[in-house]
T-cell receptor, first 113, second 116 residues
């Protein structure tokens, strides 16, 4: 079946540096993508989303890039802070599955001082 | 503005017992989703409900699991005769509509079920 997966399970970044978290998806019908942040013991928290008619979207300190040709999604966090330490998930929904999200396995971001 | 509420936050059951997980959506939200998360994994969709209706249960195991969202009260995820493999975190999300790309799903803090 369709799946959304991540390249790296753990990413260690020094405070102040930029972080890049990657995600590959396999469902070519996916048309909406979301990045979530999950801190220990908490539910996923929405960070940023992007629709398939876009290739880049920026938020506060975060940027999401979408490459539909290779079915790849990335989350860039500028000036990474200790509070950014968490597990990050990409999720997608597609035509016919608009009511549910398919999550990737997650990348743990560790920010070192 | 209370967010999505789930209780209990932690639930311990012995094999063969029943587990009932409750979810109160955000005010004004009539769409509820349940997801399951195993340790070190992403969330897996289980079921999508509106008031008094199950819309999509394609992620629900065929046996022992059921969900409801009555006209009054919280949504309930019920697991009968629990087994150790049911140990996981169960998350509820709610939204104002059923189309993800138009309305964000807000997640609750989850219920962590441990089956002894």
């Amino acid at each position: 079946g369709e799946s959304v997966g991540l390249h790296l399970p753990t990413l260690s970044v020094q405070e102040g540096d930029n972080s890049i978290i990657n995600c590959a998806y396999s469902n070519s019908a996916s048309d909406y993508f979301i990045w979530y942040k999950q801190e220990s013991g908490k539910g996923p928290q929405f960070i940023i989303d992007i629709r398939s008619n876009m290739d880049k979207r920026q938020g506060q300190r975060v940027t999401v890039l979408l490459n539909k040709t290779v079915k790849h999604l990335s989350l860039q966090i500028a000036a990474t802070q200790p509070g950014d330490s968490a597990v990050y998930f990409c999720a997608e929904s597609g035509a016919g599955t608009a009511s549910k999200l398919t999550f990737g396995t997650g990348t743990r971001l560790q920010v070192t001082l | 503005n209370a967010g999505v509420m789930q209780n209990p936050r932690h639930l311990v059951r012995r094999r063969g017992q029943e587990a009932r997980l409750r979810c109160s959506p955000m005010k004004g939200h009539s769409h509820v989703y349940w997801y399951r998360q195993l340790p070190e994994e992403g969330l897996k969709f289980m079921v999508y409900l509106q008031k008094e209706n199950i819309i999509d249960e394609s992620g629900m195991p065929k046996e022992r699991f059921s969900a409801e969202f009555p006209k009054e009260g919280p949504s309930i995820l019920r697991i009968q005769q629990v087994v150790r493999g049911d140990s996981a975190a169960y998350f509820c999300a709610s939204s104002t509509t059923g189309t993800v790309s138009y309305n964000e799903q807000f997640f609750g803090p989850g219920t962590r079920l441990t089956v002894l």
